[in-house]
Protein backbone atom coordinates (compact mmCIF):
# COMPACT_ATOMS: atom_id res chain seq x y z
CA UNK A 1 0.00 0.00 0.00
CA UNK A 2 0.90 3.32 -0.52
CA UNK A 3 0.38 6.53 1.55
CA UNK A 4 -1.17 9.66 0.39
CA UNK A 5 -0.85 13.06 1.81
CA UNK A 6 -2.41 16.26 0.89
CA UNK A 7 -2.63 14.66 -2.51
CA UNK A 8 -2.10 17.33 -5.01
CA UNK A 9 -5.35 18.16 -6.93
CA UNK A 10 -3.94 18.73 -10.27
CA UNK A 11 -5.09 16.50 -13.14
CA UNK A 12 -2.54 14.01 -13.33
CA UNK A 13 -2.55 13.37 -9.41
CA UNK A 14 -6.30 12.95 -9.56
CA UNK A 15 -6.50 10.19 -12.05
CA UNK A 16 -3.28 8.41 -10.74
CA UNK A 17 -5.36 8.38 -6.89
CA UNK A 18 -8.38 6.78 -9.38
CA UNK A 19 -6.24 4.86 -11.46
CA UNK A 20 -4.71 3.68 -7.73
CA UNK A 21 -7.95 2.83 -5.60
CA UNK A 22 -9.31 0.59 -8.85
CA UNK A 23 -6.41 -1.40 -8.69
CA UNK A 24 -6.62 -1.49 -4.70
CA UNK A 25 -9.96 -2.37 -5.25
CA UNK A 26 -9.38 -4.92 -8.00
CA UNK A 27 -6.95 -7.21 -5.49
CA UNK A 28 -3.77 -6.30 -6.92
CA UNK A 29 -0.49 -7.54 -5.16
CA UNK A 30 2.34 -5.56 -4.75
CA UNK A 31 0.25 -2.77 -5.53
CA UNK A 32 3.16 -0.19 -3.94
CA UNK A 33 6.49 -1.87 -6.52
CA UNK A 34 7.28 0.61 -8.75
CA UNK A 35 9.73 -0.08 -11.33
CA UNK A 36 12.76 2.84 -11.47
CA UNK A 37 14.96 3.25 -14.26
CA UNK A 38 18.39 5.52 -13.89
CA UNK A 39 21.43 5.80 -16.29
CA UNK A 40 25.06 6.01 -14.72
CA UNK A 41 26.45 8.57 -16.43
CA UNK A 42 30.03 7.64 -14.98
CA UNK A 43 30.07 3.96 -16.55
CA UNK A 44 27.47 4.36 -19.07
CA UNK A 45 24.96 2.07 -18.08
CA UNK A 46 21.16 2.24 -18.17
CA UNK A 47 19.57 -0.32 -14.91
CA UNK A 48 16.64 -0.59 -13.04
CA UNK A 49 15.26 -2.27 -10.10
CA UNK A 50 11.73 -2.55 -8.37
CA UNK A 51 11.65 -0.57 -5.04
CA UNK A 52 8.41 -0.26 -3.16
CA UNK A 53 6.80 3.58 -3.45
CA UNK A 54 6.13 4.65 0.84
CA UNK A 55 4.55 7.70 0.37
CA UNK A 56 2.70 10.12 -2.04
CA UNK A 57 2.76 13.73 -0.13
CA UNK A 58 1.73 16.32 -2.48
CA UNK A 59 3.66 15.76 -5.60
CA UNK A 60 6.83 14.26 -4.05
CA UNK A 61 6.74 10.26 -4.61
CA UNK A 62 8.73 8.82 -1.73
CA UNK A 63 11.05 6.04 -1.44
CA UNK A 64 13.88 4.42 1.06
CA UNK A 65 16.96 2.98 0.10
CA UNK A 66 20.78 2.35 1.39
CA UNK A 67 22.99 5.16 -0.07
CA UNK A 68 26.00 3.00 -1.39
CA UNK A 69 23.84 0.95 -3.67
CA UNK A 70 23.99 1.33 -7.17
CA UNK A 71 21.15 3.14 -7.78
CA UNK A 72 21.95 5.90 -5.34
CA UNK A 73 25.69 6.24 -7.08
CA UNK A 74 23.30 6.36 -10.37
CA UNK A 75 20.88 8.90 -9.08
CA UNK A 76 24.35 10.81 -7.86
CA UNK A 77 25.57 10.69 -11.52
CA UNK A 78 22.87 11.63 -13.82
CA UNK A 79 19.46 12.75 -11.61
CA UNK A 80 16.57 11.99 -13.99
CA UNK A 81 14.60 8.77 -13.90
CA UNK A 82 12.02 6.88 -15.00
CA UNK A 83 9.51 5.45 -12.94
CA UNK A 84 6.96 2.86 -13.89
CA UNK A 85 3.63 1.14 -12.01
CA UNK A 86 2.27 -1.64 -13.85
CA UNK A 87 -1.36 -3.08 -12.36
CA UNK A 88 -1.99 -6.64 -14.09
CA UNK A 89 -5.11 -6.45 -12.01
CA UNK A 90 -6.81 -3.69 -14.14
CA UNK A 91 -3.97 -3.89 -17.13
CA UNK A 92 -2.57 -0.13 -16.19
CA UNK A 93 0.85 1.61 -16.51
CA UNK A 94 1.32 4.56 -14.91
CA UNK A 95 4.77 6.20 -16.22
CA UNK A 96 6.85 9.28 -14.63
CA UNK A 97 9.75 11.09 -15.53
CA UNK A 98 11.22 13.13 -12.90
CA UNK A 99 14.47 14.49 -11.56
CA UNK A 100 15.49 12.85 -7.89
CA UNK A 101 17.06 13.58 -5.10
CA UNK A 102 17.96 12.63 -1.07
CA UNK A 103 15.74 13.81 1.90
CA UNK A 104 16.89 15.13 4.13
CA UNK A 105 19.00 13.49 7.32
CA UNK A 106 16.14 14.89 10.31
CA UNK A 107 13.76 13.54 7.90
CA UNK A 108 15.40 9.90 7.77
CA UNK A 109 16.01 9.57 11.38
CA UNK A 110 12.83 10.36 12.18
CA UNK A 111 11.20 7.97 9.32
CA UNK A 112 13.38 5.26 10.66
CA UNK A 113 12.70 5.62 14.78
CA UNK A 114 9.36 4.17 13.77
CA UNK A 115 9.94 1.32 11.58
CA UNK A 116 9.76 -2.61 12.56
CA UNK A 117 12.72 -3.34 14.23
CA UNK A 118 13.79 -6.35 11.98
CA UNK A 119 13.78 -4.05 8.64
CA UNK A 120 15.96 -1.51 10.37
CA UNK A 121 18.42 -4.54 11.23
CA UNK A 122 18.64 -5.27 7.61
CA UNK A 123 18.95 -1.99 6.44
CA UNK A 124 22.10 -1.86 8.91
CA UNK A 125 23.90 -5.37 8.47
CA UNK A 126 23.26 -5.13 4.43
CA UNK A 127 25.84 -3.48 2.24
CA UNK A 128 23.16 -3.24 -0.64
CA UNK A 129 24.43 -5.53 -3.99
CA UNK A 130 27.48 -5.83 -2.81
CA UNK A 131 28.91 -9.68 -3.17
CA UNK A 132 28.71 -12.04 0.05
CA UNK A 133 30.03 -15.39 -0.03
CA UNK A 134 26.54 -17.28 0.61
CA UNK A 135 22.99 -16.81 1.47
CA UNK A 136 23.57 -17.77 5.45
CA UNK A 137 26.14 -15.34 5.82
CA UNK A 138 23.50 -12.72 4.66
CA UNK A 139 21.44 -14.17 7.94
CA UNK A 140 24.27 -14.55 10.11
CA UNK A 141 25.16 -10.74 9.59
CA UNK A 142 21.54 -9.93 10.36
CA UNK A 143 21.16 -12.34 13.52
CA UNK A 144 24.65 -10.44 14.27
CA UNK A 145 22.97 -6.76 13.77
CA UNK A 146 19.60 -7.20 15.55
CA UNK A 147 21.60 -8.43 19.07
CA UNK A 148 24.31 -5.48 19.21
CA UNK A 149 22.88 -2.42 17.22
CA UNK A 150 20.88 0.27 18.28
CA UNK A 151 18.17 -0.41 15.62
CA UNK A 152 16.61 2.84 16.36
CA UNK A 153 19.28 4.57 14.88
CA UNK A 154 19.20 5.47 11.08
CA UNK A 155 22.82 4.72 9.72
CA UNK A 156 24.32 7.73 7.64
CA UNK A 157 23.74 5.45 4.38
CA UNK A 158 20.01 4.88 4.45
CA UNK A 159 17.51 7.36 3.42
CA UNK A 160 14.60 8.59 1.44
CA UNK A 161 14.35 9.45 -2.03
CA UNK A 162 11.79 11.70 -3.87
CA UNK A 163 10.96 12.76 -7.04
CA UNK A 164 8.42 15.22 -8.35
CA UNK A 165 7.42 14.16 -11.92
CA UNK A 166 7.25 16.43 -14.88
CA UNK A 167 5.65 13.94 -17.26
CA UNK A 168 2.59 11.30 -16.75
CA UNK A 169 1.34 8.68 -19.19
CA UNK A 170 -1.42 6.50 -17.72
CA UNK A 171 -1.95 3.56 -20.29
CA UNK A 172 -5.00 1.01 -20.26
CA UNK A 173 -4.48 -2.07 -22.40
CA UNK A 174 -7.15 -3.01 -24.54
CA UNK A 175 -8.44 -6.11 -27.02
CA UNK A 176 -5.99 -6.03 -30.58
CA UNK A 177 -3.32 -3.53 -28.78
CA UNK A 178 -6.25 -0.68 -29.27
CA UNK A 179 -4.44 0.95 -26.10
CA UNK A 180 -5.46 3.76 -24.34
CA UNK A 181 -2.77 5.92 -23.82
CA UNK A 182 -3.19 9.80 -22.29
CA UNK A 183 0.15 12.06 -21.42
CA UNK A 184 0.49 15.15 -19.46
CA UNK A 185 3.24 17.03 -19.82
CA UNK A 186 4.07 20.14 -17.13
CA UNK A 187 4.97 23.23 -19.01
CA UNK A 188 5.09 26.34 -17.05
CA UNK A 189 3.57 25.69 -13.99
CA UNK A 190 0.44 23.87 -15.96
CA UNK A 191 -0.10 20.52 -17.28
CA UNK A 192 -1.00 20.08 -20.68
CA UNK A 193 -2.74 16.67 -21.40
CA UNK A 194 -2.37 14.82 -25.03
CA UNK A 195 -4.02 11.56 -26.36
CA UNK A 196 -1.19 9.30 -27.38
CA UNK A 197 -1.67 6.76 -30.69
CA UNK A 198 -1.36 2.67 -29.16
CA UNK B 1 2.94 -16.85 -22.39
CA UNK B 2 6.80 -16.77 -23.79
CA UNK B 3 8.03 -19.00 -25.96
CA UNK B 4 11.32 -21.09 -25.55
CA UNK B 5 13.09 -22.44 -28.67
CA UNK B 6 16.70 -24.75 -28.40
CA UNK B 7 16.62 -23.19 -24.06
CA UNK B 8 20.37 -22.30 -24.10
CA UNK B 9 22.32 -24.89 -21.42
CA UNK B 10 23.97 -22.45 -19.59
CA UNK B 11 23.12 -21.62 -16.04
CA UNK B 12 21.18 -18.43 -15.70
CA UNK B 13 18.82 -19.66 -18.86
CA UNK B 14 18.12 -22.79 -16.59
CA UNK B 15 17.74 -20.74 -13.49
CA UNK B 16 15.41 -18.33 -15.75
CA UNK B 17 13.25 -21.06 -16.98
CA UNK B 18 12.75 -22.58 -13.84
CA UNK B 19 11.60 -19.12 -12.46
CA UNK B 20 9.59 -19.07 -15.16
CA UNK B 21 7.54 -22.50 -14.76
CA UNK B 22 7.33 -21.75 -10.66
CA UNK B 23 5.75 -17.92 -11.55
CA UNK B 24 3.50 -19.67 -14.63
CA UNK B 25 2.61 -22.62 -12.02
CA UNK B 26 1.48 -20.37 -9.47
CA UNK B 27 -0.74 -18.49 -12.00
CA UNK B 28 0.97 -15.32 -12.73
CA UNK B 29 -0.92 -12.99 -14.94
CA UNK B 30 1.19 -11.22 -18.11
CA UNK B 31 3.98 -13.13 -17.49
CA UNK B 32 5.64 -12.06 -20.37
CA UNK B 33 5.38 -8.43 -19.53
CA UNK B 34 8.80 -7.05 -19.51
CA UNK B 35 10.12 -3.87 -18.61
CA UNK B 36 12.31 -2.20 -21.14
CA UNK B 37 14.96 0.78 -19.60
CA UNK B 38 16.53 2.95 -22.15
CA UNK B 39 18.48 6.06 -22.68
CA UNK B 40 18.37 8.02 -25.22
CA UNK B 41 21.39 9.87 -25.88
CA UNK B 42 20.62 12.61 -27.88
CA UNK B 43 18.17 14.07 -25.43
CA UNK B 44 19.74 12.88 -22.22
CA UNK B 45 16.95 10.98 -21.17
CA UNK B 46 16.02 7.84 -19.75
CA UNK B 47 12.78 6.37 -20.27
CA UNK B 48 11.29 2.79 -19.79
CA UNK B 49 8.01 1.06 -20.71
CA UNK B 50 6.65 -2.46 -20.75
CA UNK B 51 6.30 -4.60 -23.69
CA UNK B 52 5.45 -8.14 -24.34
CA UNK B 53 8.37 -10.89 -24.62
CA UNK B 54 7.35 -13.14 -27.49
CA UNK B 55 10.53 -15.71 -28.03
CA UNK B 56 13.32 -16.89 -26.10
CA UNK B 57 15.38 -18.45 -29.03
CA UNK B 58 18.17 -20.06 -27.25
CA UNK B 59 20.00 -16.73 -25.95
CA UNK B 60 17.95 -13.84 -27.85
CA UNK B 61 15.29 -12.57 -26.13
CA UNK B 62 12.21 -11.14 -28.88
CA UNK B 63 9.82 -8.49 -29.00
CA UNK B 64 8.17 -6.66 -31.65
CA UNK B 65 7.44 -2.71 -31.88
CA UNK B 66 7.12 -0.05 -34.02
CA UNK B 67 10.71 1.59 -35.48
CA UNK B 68 9.39 4.60 -35.19
CA UNK B 69 8.54 4.44 -31.74
CA UNK B 70 10.64 6.66 -29.00
CA UNK B 71 12.13 3.69 -27.83
CA UNK B 72 13.34 2.58 -31.06
CA UNK B 73 15.12 5.83 -31.28
CA UNK B 74 16.32 5.72 -28.09
CA UNK B 75 18.00 2.44 -28.40
CA UNK B 76 19.23 3.75 -31.98
CA UNK B 77 20.93 6.44 -30.08
CA UNK B 78 22.07 4.10 -27.09
CA UNK B 79 22.04 0.08 -27.59
CA UNK B 80 22.58 -0.54 -23.90
CA UNK B 81 19.25 -1.59 -21.85
CA UNK B 82 18.33 -2.98 -18.98
CA UNK B 83 15.69 -5.53 -19.24
CA UNK B 84 13.22 -6.74 -15.75
CA UNK B 85 10.52 -9.38 -15.03
CA UNK B 86 8.48 -8.98 -11.56
CA UNK B 87 6.46 -12.18 -10.76
CA UNK B 88 4.12 -11.26 -7.98
CA UNK B 89 2.72 -14.81 -7.72
CA UNK B 90 6.14 -16.00 -6.68
CA UNK B 91 7.89 -12.84 -5.38
CA UNK B 92 10.41 -13.30 -8.04
CA UNK B 93 12.37 -10.35 -10.16
CA UNK B 94 14.64 -10.97 -12.69
CA UNK B 95 16.95 -8.14 -13.77
CA UNK B 96 18.98 -8.48 -17.42
CA UNK B 97 21.71 -5.96 -19.01
CA UNK B 98 22.35 -6.69 -22.86
CA UNK B 99 22.65 -4.72 -26.06
CA UNK B 100 19.66 -4.35 -28.33
CA UNK B 101 19.68 -4.66 -31.86
CA UNK B 102 16.78 -4.94 -34.85
CA UNK B 103 15.65 -8.46 -35.83
CA UNK B 104 16.31 -8.83 -40.13
CA UNK B 105 13.25 -7.42 -42.66
CA UNK B 106 12.99 -11.28 -43.82
CA UNK B 107 12.16 -12.43 -40.02
CA UNK B 108 9.89 -9.40 -39.42
CA UNK B 109 8.28 -10.22 -42.78
CA UNK B 110 7.91 -13.80 -42.12
CA UNK B 111 6.18 -13.15 -38.72
CA UNK B 112 3.44 -10.67 -39.65
CA UNK B 113 2.41 -13.21 -41.89
CA UNK B 114 1.30 -15.07 -39.13
CA UNK B 115 -0.45 -13.06 -36.92
CA UNK B 116 -3.74 -11.58 -36.54
CA UNK B 117 -5.47 -9.69 -38.64
CA UNK B 118 -6.95 -7.77 -35.65
CA UNK B 119 -3.23 -7.44 -34.09
CA UNK B 120 -1.68 -6.48 -37.71
CA UNK B 121 -4.37 -3.75 -38.59
CA UNK B 122 -3.31 -1.79 -35.10
CA UNK B 123 0.46 -2.50 -35.82
CA UNK B 124 -0.38 -0.47 -39.65
CA UNK B 125 -2.58 2.24 -38.55
CA UNK B 126 -0.69 3.49 -35.29
CA UNK B 127 2.51 6.01 -35.51
CA UNK B 128 3.12 4.60 -32.04
CA UNK B 129 3.36 7.25 -29.18
CA UNK B 130 2.10 10.40 -31.81
CA UNK B 131 -0.39 12.39 -30.37
CA UNK B 132 -4.14 12.22 -31.64
CA UNK B 133 -6.99 13.98 -30.91
CA UNK B 134 -9.30 11.38 -29.37
CA UNK B 135 -9.49 7.99 -28.69
CA UNK B 136 -12.13 8.08 -31.20
CA UNK B 137 -9.84 8.48 -34.06
CA UNK B 138 -7.34 5.57 -32.95
CA UNK B 139 -10.58 3.77 -33.13
CA UNK B 140 -11.54 5.22 -36.66
CA UNK B 141 -7.93 4.98 -38.26
CA UNK B 142 -8.18 1.18 -37.14
CA UNK B 143 -11.32 0.34 -38.58
CA UNK B 144 -9.92 2.32 -42.16
CA UNK B 145 -7.06 -0.18 -41.66
CA UNK B 146 -8.84 -3.08 -41.42
CA UNK B 147 -10.91 -2.42 -44.43
CA UNK B 148 -8.22 -0.63 -46.76
CA UNK B 149 -5.22 -2.43 -46.28
CA UNK B 150 -2.82 -5.68 -47.04
CA UNK B 151 -3.11 -7.10 -43.42
CA UNK B 152 -0.15 -9.71 -44.48
CA UNK B 153 2.23 -7.06 -45.90
CA UNK B 154 4.70 -6.08 -43.16
CA UNK B 155 5.02 -2.33 -42.99
CA UNK B 156 8.97 -1.19 -42.95
CA UNK B 157 8.42 1.10 -39.96
CA UNK B 158 7.61 -2.32 -37.53
CA UNK B 159 9.37 -5.01 -36.62
CA UNK B 160 11.67 -7.52 -33.81
CA UNK B 161 14.15 -6.19 -31.40
CA UNK B 162 16.22 -8.95 -30.33
CA UNK B 163 18.95 -8.72 -27.39
CA UNK B 164 21.13 -11.32 -25.40
CA UNK B 165 21.75 -10.59 -21.95
CA UNK B 166 25.86 -10.15 -20.56
CA UNK B 167 23.96 -9.86 -16.64
CA UNK B 168 21.24 -11.91 -15.00
CA UNK B 169 20.48 -11.14 -11.67
CA UNK B 170 17.84 -13.24 -9.59
CA UNK B 171 16.04 -11.79 -6.44
CA UNK B 172 13.64 -13.46 -4.66
CA UNK B 173 11.78 -11.86 -2.01
CA UNK B 174 11.72 -12.61 1.96
CA UNK B 175 10.81 -11.66 5.52
CA UNK B 176 12.05 -8.29 6.78
CA UNK B 177 13.40 -7.66 3.37
CA UNK B 178 16.15 -10.76 3.68
CA UNK B 179 15.85 -10.83 -0.41
CA UNK B 180 17.91 -13.92 -1.66
CA UNK B 181 19.81 -11.91 -4.35
CA UNK B 182 22.57 -14.33 -7.33
CA UNK B 183 23.82 -12.64 -9.93
CA UNK B 184 25.22 -14.17 -13.31
CA UNK B 185 28.12 -11.93 -15.10
CA UNK B 186 30.13 -13.01 -18.93
CA UNK B 187 33.28 -12.87 -18.93
CA UNK B 188 35.55 -14.17 -21.22
CA UNK B 189 32.06 -17.07 -22.29
CA UNK B 190 31.89 -18.17 -18.95
CA UNK B 191 29.44 -16.57 -16.72
CA UNK B 192 30.26 -15.99 -12.96
CA UNK B 193 28.15 -16.54 -10.35
CA UNK B 194 28.10 -14.14 -7.40
CA UNK B 195 25.78 -13.61 -3.94
CA UNK B 196 24.95 -10.31 -3.54
CA UNK B 197 23.55 -8.51 -0.30
CA UNK B 198 19.96 -7.94 0.06
Known amino acids: ?55 IDNNNFIFFSNY ?4 SIAFESYNQICALFFWSATNVQIRMKAKIRRMPTKYNNQYFKNRSIDKNALAISS ?26 KCPDYWGGFSFVPYYFEFWEGNESRINKRE ?16
Do not use: C
Open 127 to 152: NQSKEISSYDEVIAKYMKTKKLEDLA
Open 183 to 198: SFILVDDNWNKSNLQP
Open 68 to 71: NSPK
Open 1 to 55: MIEFNKLNQTSPYIVFKKKYDEALNAGQRNIEAIHISSYNKSIDEVDARLVNLKF
